[in-house]
């Protein structure tokens, strides 16, 4: 075994390359970052062969001054740390002074840069680490940087790479993050000479949205904000039907600088899951602003991981924040009216259907009236007279119920409605800290161990607030004595293993908190569940809690209450469209 001995400044810097270049989007974000540090308006990325070949950026910044190009290159040498203390309050997207240093050792590096106070300006060119002397050059002020053949002397990590057209996705992806949040700069990304994203200096954020996610749904998307101290939000969500299993779509930045936080990504989850179906993300743009001395971005070499100096204010605020804006969103509720209203009724020339049941119209005749035009057929029912005006809806399966609206048809879940109507009523019930229980006139007991029969004990008071009364009764036995009296159809061994669940899940969670998973999860158990049978009265008294709630698009866990499916969508769907 060999001497241990220092290694050479190329192999360290090749050795810091693996952690800060890991491809060609790696290189165009340090070197964009830079850009936006610098000032700079304009920023212009061109790529070749998905940047294995070329990767060429320029900017309009304040650029690099002569005597400090050779420092550019140098591993350590930055403009944005002095002492140690500057590390406590990281205000620039870049500070660690490796960025160039680690792209040089592992290309060829031409850079040519001018200041305003120069005439002319300075290159400079390293070959895979090997740095060679500046010299002057024609330049605009500014700055350009020339990567070419990365990894090219490095076969093994050059291997790795993807195709032209995947590794071009990836870095035009940065360059997309990075024009949403900073207004004011214009952006533009070309790969093989072709134009595929570009936006303005004087673009706005609706137009940022508009060339990242789309037009559409840009223009659906809710803007949210919130003011505070210490933590600032700004935000864009799209509708539910844009969200996705994976978080591409989700851009969270923290004073400028696109990050990827568990922590946040579960506040964003956690804000939308009564909008979005459960396992998806949105579509979101979140911008947080907090002073840099309550956090330290100093984590991660790619510097996309934070960590908050106080991390329940963050998740709070997130969480709070989306839910607040989301409850007010356009699409909370159906432009085709709230549920049983009678303004879809009135549109009808015919009398509104009782409430029937698929499986009851074998051998019942059926005469459809003549409809207006533009409304569907909708099986009018022949029904006995006392029997008509008792709703428009048609059960279907003991699930779905269907009526006719203007344009189409709408779809309504009796679970989801029930989940979503049970939850409101006992937020507003706690709200009000008037929450009916029911006492149970023989205790519901359930075994458990001794270590769950403690850990439930600890919450009783939480539980007490929601209309649960929990005791010991014995040393292993749990007896419920008192449930919420308006859900009749909790069932006490579920409600105590979702209590369990809940109180183990959420250990270091404030009672809030666990106040909320509780109404959640008593919300769905005393719901009337799929294929369960519900006669007119209980159908209609359903859709009479439901008429004015302040969100019926989903139930507590983010699944649809309501689907609207319009004329073209049926016509299309018999292909007559």
Request: charged share 25%; hydrophobic share 40%; aromatic share 6%.
């Amino acid at each position: 075994m060999s001497r241990i001995h220092k290694l050479d400044s190329v192999v360290i810097d090749q050795i810091a390359a693996g952690e800060v270049v890991e491809r060609p989007a790696s290189v165009v974000k340090e070197m964009v970052e830079n850009a936006i540090d610098a000032g700079a308006t304009r920023i212009e990325v061109s790529l070749e062969e998905g940047g294995a070949r070329k990767i060429e950026v320029r900017d309009n910044g304040s650029g690099i001054a002569p005597e400090d190009l050779l420092l550019a290159v140098t591993s350590h040498a930055t403009s944005k740390l002095s002492v140690p203390s500057d590390l406590e309050a990281i205000a620039s997207l870049g500070f660690r002074g490796e960025a160039l240093a680690s792209i040089a050792s592992v290309a060829r590096l031409r850079v040519v840069s001018r200041t305003p106070e120069c005439r002319a300006g300075t290159a400079l060119e390293v070959n895979f680490g090997r740095i060679g002397e500046p010299h002057e050059a024609s330049s605009p002020k500014g700055t350009r940087f020339l990567v070419e053949d990365l990894f090219a002397e490095l076969p093994a990590r050059r291997k790795f790479m993807k195709r032209p057209s995947t590794e071009a996705a990836h870095a035009q992806a940065w360059v997309e993050r990075l024009a949403l949040v900073h207004e004011g700069i214009g952006f533009r990304f070309e790969h093989d000479g072709k134009l595929t994203f570009e936006v303005h200096p004087e673009d706005d954020l609706e137009s940022r949205c508009a060339a990242v996610f789309g037009k559409g749904l840009a223009k659906n998307m809710v803007e949210i904000e919130s003011q505070g101290d210490p933590l600032s939000c700004s935000a864009r969500i799209g509708p539910p039907e844009s969200a996705r299993r994976d978080a591409r779509r989700v851009h969270l930045f923290l004073n400028g600088r696109w990050v990827r936080d568990a922590s946040l990504l579960r506040a964003v989850r956690e804000g939308v899951k009564e909008f979005v179906p459960i396992g998806h993300y949105p579509t979101l743009f979140l911008a947080l602003h907090i002073h840099p001395n309550r956090v330290d971005v100093n984590v991660h070499p790619q510097k996309t991981e934070v960590r908050f100096r106080d991390e329940r204010i963050v998740f709070g605020t997130v969480v709070n924040t989306l839910r607040r804006g989301l409850a007010s969103a356009p699409w909370a509720t159906r432009a085709v009216g709230a549920i049983g209203s009678s303004a879809m009724q009135e549109t009808r020339s015919f009398p509104a259907p009782s409430w029937q049941r698929a499986d009851d119209l074998q051998g019942e005749s059926i005469s459809v009236e003549k409809l207006p035009d533009g409304v569907a057929p909708f099986l009018p029912m022949e029904v006995a007279e006392e029997d008509r005006g008792k709703g428009q809806f048609l059960s279907v399966a003991n699930t779905f119920l269907f009526r006719a609206v203007a344009g189409g048809v709408e779809i309504i879940d009796q679970h989801a409605l029930h989940e979503r109507v049970n939850l409101e009523e006992l937020r507003k019930e706690v709200q009000r800290g008037q929450v009916i229980m029911q006492p149970m006139l023989v205790p519901a007991l359930v075994d458990l161990s001794r270590t769950e029969l403690d850990l439930l004990l600890t919450k009783a008071e939480t539980f007490l607030k929601l209309g649960v009364d929990i005791e010991a009764f014995g040393e292993t036995t749990l007896a419920i004595r008192g449930v919420p009296a308006r859900l009749q159809r909790l069932h006490p061994e579920k409600l105590v293993r979702d209590l369990l669940d809940i109180a183990g899940s959420f250990r270091e969670a404030s009672p809030d908190q666990i106040q909320e998973e509780m109404l959640f999860s008593m919300s769905c158990r005393g719901a009337v569940m799929a294929g369960d049978h519900l006669d007119a009265t209980a159908l209609e008294d359903l859709i009479k809690r439901g008429a004015h709630l302040p969100q019926d698009r989903t139930c507590a866990h983010g699944r649809p209450v309501r689907v609207f499916l319009s004329i073209e969508d049926l016509e299309r769907a018999f292909y007559r469209r």
